[in-house]
């Protein structure tokens, strides 16, 4: 099958390029005999599968800072190696 148009039918029957962009996958558009473009079908990434579903928000630009403190109480040496003892357990 040939997958070569010039301009002129690209310009006066685009639906039937691009049919012939999905049916072969590549299709080269001459210009007074000379290939000058190549048409090919889009192919979609994960990343711009995901910006097309609805509620995509982008990451910020500018993420905010990490907070100071952790977040959470805050507990003394031998509080938390109480707790770490407690985890482990007698294994």
Do not use: C, F
Not at 19 to 33: I, P, Q, Y
Not at 74 to 82: G, K, Q, W
């Amino acid at each position: 099958m040939d997958n070569r148009l010039t301009k002129r039918e690209v310009a006066r029957d685009t639906a039937r390029a691009l049919a012939l962009v999905d049916r072969v996958g590549l299709v080269t558009v001459t210009e007074r005999g000379a290939s000058r473009w190549d048409i090919t079908p889009h192919r979609q990434t994960r990343a711009s599968r995901l910006q097309d579903l609805p509620g995509y928000a982008p990451p910020a630009a500018t993420p905010p800072p990490w907070p100071r403190r952790g977040i959470g109480p805050r507990r003394t040496t031998a509080v938390a190696a109480r707790i770490l003892d407690e985890q482990r357990g007698d294994h």
